[in-house]
């Protein structure tokens, strides 16, 4: 049997090669993957399995194959390995001293290799010997060339091209980005990408550039099929698709580890490699991928040269999920077949299929409007689909004393209902009881469910009792069966029937202000169940809190941290100075506050209470050992105030601020900050940063550790 080979250019700096093994039926290929500690893996099965080897002992970067037999591939430390019978045996050699990223070949002797230190090596004899020039002083990931004379080479901000074979090369700096990957169609249209999402895009060979950032993931890998259908994949799993040459992206995010290589074969077949020797595959352009791990290590690209030939068959259920066979053998998730075109195969599913209790799907026809069972024989790509329309069981029950309506019944997925409940002769209707999403439970009469799951619907019936429900102090709020009410409220209830009172708290928050539960008069927590059998008064009591602010002035700290206090309580302030400082005095603002010289001091939470301790400075500490905060100064500030902190050596300083609920509000870094005491002046009033009056927290990281420091802006 005849198959199909195309040998194309490397798309990543390292690769997966596909090759078509000789013999082997045409719904088979073999393949290659290098990566960490010198790994080669090989698979017979387009990627299903795979067999490994270790040829090399250092990383393995790029691999490059021209035939089924002749490929090489490099790595760190210089090393190159070659082969001649298709990765049976290899052959090792050191053709450079310095990493080793990318190789490409355009025939069995003429092939490139770039590394660090923007090394080039060309050889023309298989890579037995080589010559090397250094065109930059860059490092180069990527190289591609279209025949023995047109290529390009990528690297640390920087494309060169040759149209020589790599004698001379012309540079070009179109970004600042590291850039790993290279792509070209033909000798106009070409693609370069690289960190921070940054794609390049060229119509004339590389004599210009267009830049563009569809995503802010760093990209690793790109590959293009034609002129305007390519891929591109990166950090944290980001796999890129374009229609239209680069113009626009859509992105996906199949697996959440760095993804180092790209290749499509076609419109259709793809394969991606990447960290935690993750391997992708798909037979759809992307829309959907299959991940397997036949490696511990990270392998570092994907390359095939064969298109899988055959009709690809995908065989599945709306909504998935569903029961369906294929050829006899029984399936419950999508399945994609590599089939002979032509070939007679049976689908088949069941009529009605269950899934757990209340629910069952009811097939409703195959996509190809074929029977429930009936053979397909298709000539190209296919996808057959069972239809099902799912139901759930609404069941109605009544309590004493009254009926509902409808009966226990199926419904459709998402159907409305709508349920009546009526009391017999001297009797109330008491409430609904439900459960499955999509139900209801209160007092609404009739009422409506959403059948969005099976659902249980109970009306419950009975007598009256009157209840008054109140709160202290007056208004505050409260919730009697899921509505809220701010003053006192009368019900009328069946004796015993059930009935959810509830707290809200903590309520009246202000930034120094908020009410919690204390009681309801019924004993019960803030939120409970209550059934009652005669005329009844419930009354929830709250109390107030306060916020207290303690302030640490320039050289000392103050304990405690401050925070919520209930009205009255009696708190103990300590100023603590620092070393070469002493305290001064209090100054305190608010109900109970204390402004003086004792220390401790107990004050009083009256109100909202702000506490300043205030010392006097001395002796600027020694350069510290470790990263240090002290105090920011002014504290509490209007507008502006000065971060101050020690570095034990010189470091890039990372700053972000906090407010008390966690949400950062400003981020700033500042490269090279020497070692020894540094201040950073924080502005207010910029109009990248948003700070109103209260507390925030001053988080910086430096020098290898974090430390954290509050502080207090008052408008």
């Known amino acids: 049997m005849s198959s199909r080979v195309l040998i194309g250019p490397s798309c990543a700096a390292g690769f997966l090669l596909f090759l078509q093994a000789l013999g082997v039926p045409h719904a088979h290929a073999s393949g290659f993957a290098v990566g960490g500690n010198g790994l080669v893996i090989r698979s017979l099965d387009h990627g299903e399995n795979w067999s490994s080897s270790n040829p090399a002992a250092v990383t393995l970067n790029g691999v490059h194959f021209v035939s089924d037999t002749h490929g090489w591939a490099v790595g760190n430390a210089g090393v190159l390995i070659r082969t001649v019978d298709g990765g049976q045996n290899w052959l090792q050699s050191s053709p450079g001293l310095l990493n080793l990223n990318d190789v490409h070949f355009v025939d069995v002797d003429t092939g490139w290799i770039v590394g660090d230190g923007g090394k080039v090596l060309r050889t023309a004899d298989g890579g037995a010997t080589w010559t090397t020039s250094t065109p930059t002083s860059a490092a180069l990931r990527g190289v591609f060339f279209l025949d023995q004379d047109t290529g390009w080479a990528v690297g640390n901000g920087t494309v060169l091209r040759t149209v020589n074979g790599g004698v001379s090369w012309i540079a070009a700096s179109p970004t600042t980005a590291t850039l790993k990957d290279v792509w070209f169609t033909d000798a106009s249209n070409g693609w370069v990408v690289g960190g921070n999402g940054v794609v390049l895009r060229t119509a004339n060979g590389g004599s210009s550039w267009a830049s563009s950032n569809p995503t802010t993931s760093g990209l690793n890998a790109v590959c293009f099929v034609d002129a305007q259908t390519g891929w591109a994949a990166g950090l944290s799993g980001s796999v890129l698709r374009t229609l239209d040459g680069g113009t626009n992206w859509s992105e996906q995010r199949p697996v959440a580890t760095e993804l180092r290589s790209i290749y499509f074969i076609d419109d259709r077949f793809g394969w991606a490699a990447g960290v935690g020797g993750a391997l992708l595959r798909t037979s759809d352009g992307g829309e959907t991928w299959i991940v397997s791990n036949p490696a511990a290590v990270a392998l570092n690209g994907v390359f095939f040269a064969s298109v899988p030939s055959g009709a690809s068959v995908t065989v599945g259920t709306d909504p998935p999920g569903r029961s369906f066979t294929v050829d006899g053998v029984g399936y419950t998730s999508t399945q994609t077949f590599l089939w002979e075109a032509g070939s007679p195969h049976t689908i088949a599913t069941t009529p009605t299929q269950t899934q757990g209790a209340g629910t069952r799907h009811l097939w409703q026809g195959w996509s190809d409007g074929g029977a429930i069972s009936h053979t397909v024989s298709p000539v190209d790509d296919a996808a057959y689909t069972a239809s099902f329309q799912t139901e759930y069981a609404l069941d109605t029950q009544a309590g004493a004393n009254g009926t509902v309506t409808p009966a226990d019944a199926w419904y459709p997925a998402g159907a409305d209902v709508v349920i009546t409940a009526t009391p017999a002769p001297g009797f109330a209707f008491n409430g609904w009881t439900g459960s499955g999403s999509g139900s209801y439970s209160g007092w609404a009469n009739p009422a409506t469910v959403r059948m969005n799951a099976p659902v249980t619907q109970v009306a419950a019936f009975g007598t009256e009792v009157t209840v008054v429900v109140s709160c202290v102090p007056a208004g505050r709020s409260f919730v009697v069966d899921g509505t809220t009410y701010s003053g006192s409220q009368q019900f009328t209830w069946t004796p015993g029937s059930s009935h959810t009172v509830d707290a809200t708290s903590p309520q009246g928050v202000t930034a120094d202000t908020r009410y919690l539960f204390s009681s309801w008069s019924d004993g019960g927590a803030a939120s409970h169940t209550v059934a009652l059998v005669s005329n009844t008064n419930l009354t929830t009591t709250f109390r107030a809190q306060y916020t207290l602010v303690t302030v640490a002035g320039s050289g000392g700290s103050v304990a405690p941290a401050g925070g919520w206090y209930d009205a009255g309580s009696i708190v103990t302030v300590t100023a603590v100075p620092d070393s070469g400082y002493?305290?001064?005095?209090?100054?305190?603002?608010?109900?109970?506050?204390?402004?003086?010289?004792?220390?401790?001091?107990?004050?009083?939470?009256?109100?909202?209470?702000?506490?300043?301790?205030?010392?006097?400075?001395?002796?600027?500490?020694?350069?510290?050992?470790?990263?240090?905060?002290?105090?920011?100064?002014?504290?509490?500030?209007?507008?502006e105030t000065d971060i101050r902190f020690g570095l034990p050596r010189t470091s890039d300083v990372d700053l972000e601020v906090f407010d008390v609920a966690g949400r950062r509000i400003f981020a700033d870094s500042v490269p090279g900050m020497g070692a020894g005491w540094q201040s950073y002046r924080l502005d207010a009033n910029r109009s990248d940063i948003d700070l109103r009056t209260g507390i925030y927290f001053v988080r910086i990281s430096a020098a290898g550790a974090t430390q954290t420091v509050r502080i207090l802006l008052l408008r």
């Open 582 to 639: 002493s305290f001064q005095s209090w100054s305190g603002s608010g109900s109970g506050a204390y402004s003086g010289t004792q220390n401790p001091r107990n004050i009083s939470i009256n109100g909202p209470v702000i506490q300043t301790a205030n010392f006097v400075p001395g002796i600027t500490p020694a350069a510290p050992s470790v990263l240090t905060m002290l105090a920011n100064a002014p504290n509490p500030f209007r507008d």
